[in-house]
Every structure is written in C-alpha cells, then in structure tokens.
C-alpha cells in the first residue's frame, strides 16, 4: 500500500448512527476521509434478506432455536433482537464475548450501518434541564454545553432525516423541524383526551420518531409504509438509517473511502505533534495489520466500543489510555431503565379499527421533578412513556372456550381493544459504574475483551416504583377496564435499553473529563469522540438524535480546524 492509499485527511470509525454523520459532514466539506466499519459490508436494499418476509416464510415462524441461542445467549436477552427476521444483525456471543461483573445487556451489531437498522427511531431532543440537571443536583458533573448550543444542530439533522411528530411547546420536550405526525388510532386519540382533561399537568402525544411523512422530498428515500419491519431493515429507506441516507450522501461525493471488516483498535499518539497521527487496524478476513494516517480522527463506534478503543491506545505519554490523566475513561456509564408501567383493556370503539402497522405509538413526556410543583420526595431526576393501543387477534385463541365452527368464526373477527405503556427512565451518572479491558480473556483478533461493572442503584429503583404507578394511575383516570402494572425484575439491569451511554464523558475540566465542549479528546484535540460515549448525563429521551447533533457540531469545528491549518501550512 502506498502513501496515497494510506494517507486521508479525516477517519471515522463507525458507520452506526453518529459515524454516517460523521462520514456526510466530512465528505460534503471537501475533507477525503476513510470509514471504517469492523463488521461486513451491508448494502442499502440489496442486503436486507428478511425485508419481505411473512412469519410462515420462516422455517421456525419467526422464532430463535436452541442451538442458536446457545450461540447468542446474551443478544437473546431482549426478547426480540434475535428472531430469525433480525438475528443476522446481531453478534455471535461466542465469537464477540464480554464479561459481567454485574449484568450487563450489551446488544451489539458489526456491520455496515450498525445500530441504525434495528434503533428504535424515537427521537426527542434533550432540554436546558437536562443539560443543567448535574450541576443542579449535584450528581455527576456539568456539561459543558446548553441547549442553545445545541439547538441549530437538532434542527439540521432533524431536517435531513425526516423526524414526525406534533410540536407542543413544553420546556422539558423541546419543539423540533417535525412533519406531519402518524395519526393516533382511536383509543389513543381518546387516551390522549382524557389524560389531558383528568391528569392536571400530563401530556399525551404522538410519538416522534425518525420516519418520512408529508411532502418533503428525501433524496433516494420515500415515505413510511407502515409496515412495521424497521428492524429487518426498510428497502424504501421510510425511516433514517446510515445506509439509506448518510452513507449515501458521502459517497455521492467522491471523498469517501469505505472499509468494512477491518477492526481499528487503536489511535496513534505522537509525542513530537501533541496530535493522533492515525489509526491502526486489523483486517478481520487476513488478520493482517495496517495503519491509515489522518489530519482528524472522529471515533463513532458505539459508547462501549470507543471507549475501549480509546482504552486500548496507550502511548508512553498515555499509559493508561488515550486522554486518561485522571482516571476518568471507561467510568459513569450510563443506561435508561425499562420493562416497567402498566396496560388495560378497553371495552369501547368495538365498531372502529386502523389501517396498516404503525411503527409509532404515543409518547407522554416527563412530568416528575420539573419545578417545585412536581418534585418528588424520593428520586432525582425523571422518566416517560411509550405505548399505543391496538386491538388483539387470532391469538387470543388460547382464552377462547369455543370450538369448530364457532370457534372459527370468532377469531376472523378483531379482538377487543388494548392499551399498554412503558416507562424509560434516567440513570443517573455513577462514577463507580465502569468498564475495564481483560487481557487475559481476548477474542479470536487478539483484541482485549471488555468488563462491565454497572448497576442501577437506589434512586432508580425507587423511580421505578413510580413509574408502575403512575402508569396505573393514569389507565384508571381515563376509565379503562382490568388495569394491570408489570415490573419485570429481570429487566432492572443496564444494556436492555440499548442506550449506552458515559464512558469517555465531556465536560469543562479535564480532571474529571476526557472531552471538551466541541467533543476533542481534551489533550488530544484532533480526535473527536462524538457517540453515546460522551454523554455527560443521560436524559430519559432516547439519545440517538443527540449523538447526530453533536456529531454534526463537532464535525463543523473539525472542518473549520482542519481548513485553518491547511491555510496556515500552505
């Protein structure tokens, strides 16, 4: 390989979520940048085997077997990841191992696009209290940015990728660049109403999530279908992911360098420049080891993943760890908690039912601990919901006391109606909640394994408890029959959330941070760290619009600072 393949101006590790942000603003910004993905290539459309399937096309309908899950026991923990319609997008446990000293959940996919084809798409702006929120109460430390800060990048990435949902003019769920909202069925229009007239404070809204609805035109992306197979990826690109949209865009440029199966697991230091000069890979198919050179390093792999790397690039001026002087990499990691709130059965609109499969319910915004009027006495911090209404189908069949003919004839028949919500709460950010790197216990490339030793403690345990009963409390008030709380205790354990979060954190001071206010590696200011790892505290919203909006912020600064120099070297 000669200096020219080996050499670009920027190299972006990851190609999930943040790291196609990263990819498009680099590559649009004239930068010719390399992107590094450690799993196999994934071609929007062509590679996405099980987009058109129907459960009897599946030799198990649809479901893992034994001698699969012995191979995936860990990804098997959702419930849902590893169905045969999506059990290709994630990891074989055996050949990716990690270790728990704690339980962790950490459901993970190596390939082109990586966590955006199987997210969840809802997408919801942090507010100023949640940027506030640790230097309020205490726990963990400031951000070293506000909302304002952050604002006219949400509204950017809000704008490109396609985000519905219905502007309400709350302080703690920020208004957004949202079209048209998915349209409530109408159990959901009326559980919105009655919450509104019963629940003084409360608020039920459509769900905003990262789909294509209205008019505006997406380049190579069309509408939502309602389908409701996100996660097996969607050929019409309906909803954001990296492969339909921000890869895309980067390749249209002409700047961009794709390689997949190549494993970059460590940032090279150079003492003489103060400066990563590149990244080091391992190439998973020949094992063989390369080093690409860059003037800007965006490491976009997943919270855990850049975290180790960053672990793992150790130099005689980092010999714990690139930007680690003060022991602060690979601590308060974060998760949202969930598998607790409550559902009903509702006994009305028997003579109504919908259209399609949406892939978006309604959401209820934090209502606890805003202001003085809501503070609670036992938790910090606060939580939502997700949920929607549907009517029941032939599975019912199980409770049905009829048979033959009878029987028949009343399963072709809609079911009753139910309603049912989930709490997703905060973590708060522990500094002992940690991971570390096991030497001794390294996968097939040689590569360290990570530990976990995580935990939700005390103040969400006892959010929880709040959280199933005022999910209880709220099916009651709107006159619903047979309400029911769940708690799955198996579920009060970090990593089900899939939201990682923590590990290489910003924040003003350098003692207790490893990134600065524009995401620099504070001692290493030409490698940005733009993923769930440097979450300062974690919200109760999903993140991943966050990570795109930080990313796109600090791929401007990267940009400006990298035409600076080039100017200042010419």
Same mark, same amino acid.
């Given at each position: 390989m000669n200096k020219m393949e080996n050499n670009f101006d920027a190299i972006v590790i990851g190609t999930g979520i943040s790291g196609g942000w990263a990819a498009k603003e680099l590559c649009e910004n004239g930068l010719k940048t390399l992107v590094l993905e450690r799993g196999r290539m994934v071609k929007h459309v062509l590679d996405y085997p099980t987009m058109h399937d129907e459960n009897w096309d599946f030799k198990h309908r649809n479901r893992i077997t034994p001698e699969e899950k012995s191979r995936q026991e860990k990804q098997s923990r959702t419930g849902y990841t590893t169905a045969e319609a999506s059990k290709h997008w994630f990891v074989d446990d055996i050949e990716h191992p990690y270790s728990e000293t704690k339980r962790f959940d950490w459901m993970r996919g190596y390939h082109v696009g990586g966590r955006s084809?199987?997210?969840?798409?809802?997408?919801?702006?942090?507010?100023?209290? %949640?940027?506030?929120?640790?230097?309020? %109460?205490?726990?963990?430390? /400031?951000?070293? &940015?506000?909302?304002? %800060? &952050?604002a006219p990048w949400y509204d950017k990435v809000e704008e490109y990728i396609g985000v519905c949902g219905t502007n309400l003019g709350l302080q703690q769920l920020p208004d957004g660049k949202l079209t048209e909202a998915m349209p409530y069925n109408c159990v959901e229009a009326d559980f919105a109403e009655r919450v509104a007239d019963k629940m003084d404070g409360r608020v039920v809204t459509q769900a905003r999530v990262a789909h294509i609805t209205? /008019?505006?035109?997406?380049?190579?992306?069309?509408?939502?279908?309602?389908?409701?197979?996100? !996660?097996?990826?969607?050929?019409?690109?309906? =909803?954001f992911s990296s492969n339909a949209s921000t890869l895309p865009a980067a390749e249209r440029t002409g700047n961009m360098t794709l390689r997949p199966n190549s494993i970059a697991y460590e940032i090279v230091y150079e003492e003489k420049t103060k400066k990563a000069s590149g990244v080091r890979v391992i190439d998973t198919e020949t094992k063989e080891k390369l080093f690409f050179e860059a003037e800007v390093v965006f490491c976009c792999a997943s919270a855990i993943a850049s975290t180790a790397i960053l672990m793992q690039s150790k130099s005689e001026r980092f010999p714990n760890g690139l930007g680690n002087d003060h022991d602060e990499l690979g601590r308060n990691i974060m998760d949202h908690q969930l598998g607790v709130g409550a559902y009903a059965e509702v006994n009305e609109h028997e003579d109504k039912y919908y259209k399609g499969r949406k892939p978006g319910g309604f959401y209820i915004p934090r209502f606890i601990n805003? /202001?003085?009027? @809501?503070?609670?006495?036992?938790?910090? $911090?606060?939580?939502? =919901?997700?949920?929607?209404?549907?009517?029941?189908?032939?599975?019912?069949?199980?409770?049905?006391?009829? =048979?033959?003919?009878? *029987?028949?004839?009343?399963?072709?028949?809609?079911?009753?109606?139910? &309603?049912?919500?989930?709490?997703?709460?905060?973590?708060?950010?522990?500094?002992?909640?940690? !991971?570390?790197?096991?030497?001794?216990?390294? /996968?097939?490339?040689?590569?360290?394994t990570v530990v976990?030793?995580?935990?939700?403690?005390?103040?969400?345990? *006892?959010? $929880?408890?709040?959280?199933?009963?005022?999910? !209880?409390?709220?099916?009651?008030?709107?006159?619903?029959?047979?309400?029911?709380?769940?708690?799955?205790?198996?579920?009060?354990?970090?990593?089900?959330? &899939?939201?990682?979060?923590?590990?290489? $954190?910003?924040?003003? %001071?350098?003692? @207790?941070? !490893?990134?600065?206010?524009?995401?620099?590696v504070h001692s290493v200011q030409?490698?940005?760290?733009?993923?769930?790892?440097?979450?300062?505290?974690?919200?109760?919203?999903?993140?991943?619009?966050?990570?795109?909006?930080? @990313?796109?912020?600090?791929?401007?600064?990267?940009?400006?600072?990298?035409?600076?120099?080039?100017?200042?070297?010419?």
């Open positions: 084809i199987t997210w969840g798409r809802h997408s919801y702006r942090l507010s100023e209290m %949640d940027f506030e929120a640790n230097k309020k %109460d205490g726990n963990g430390i /400031d951000w070293p &940015i506000r909302y304002k %800060d &952050i209205g /008019d505006k035109a997406h380049e190579g992306r069309s509408k939502c279908q309602f389908r409701n197979r996100c !996660i097996r990826g969607c050929p019409f690109g309906g =909803y805003l /202001d003085k009027d @809501t503070e609670h006495p036992s938790f910090k $911090r606060g939580y939502g =919901y997700q949920g929607s209404a549907s009517r029941q189908n032939w599975r019912r069949a199980v409770a049905e006391l009829s =048979y033959g003919k009878d *029987l028949k004839d009343e399963l072709v028949k809609p079911g009753p109606w139910v &309603i049912g919500m989930g709490g997703f709460g905060e973590c708060l950010p522990y500094h002992d909640n940690k !991971i570390v790197l096991n030497y001794e216990k390294v /996968d097939k490339w040689g590569l360290p976990f030793d995580v935990e939700f403690k005390e103040n969400e345990r *006892l959010m $929880r408890k709040d959280i199933q009963e005022q999910a !209880i409390a709220m099916l009651e008030a709107a006159g619903y029959e047979n309400v029911k709380g769940f708690d799955d205790p198996n579920q009060f354990a970090p990593g089900l959330a &899939i939201h990682e979060m923590g590990g290489a $954190r910003m924040g003003r %001071d350098p003692k @207790t941070s !490893i990134l600065n206010k524009y995401n620099q030409n490698v940005y760290v733009t993923d769930g790892a440097c979450m300062t505290s974690a919200g109760c919203q999903n993140p991943s619009l966050t990570y795109m909006a930080i @990313t796109a912020r600090a791929a401007d600064h990267a940009i400006k600072e990298f035409k600076k120099n080039a100017k200042n070297r010419s």
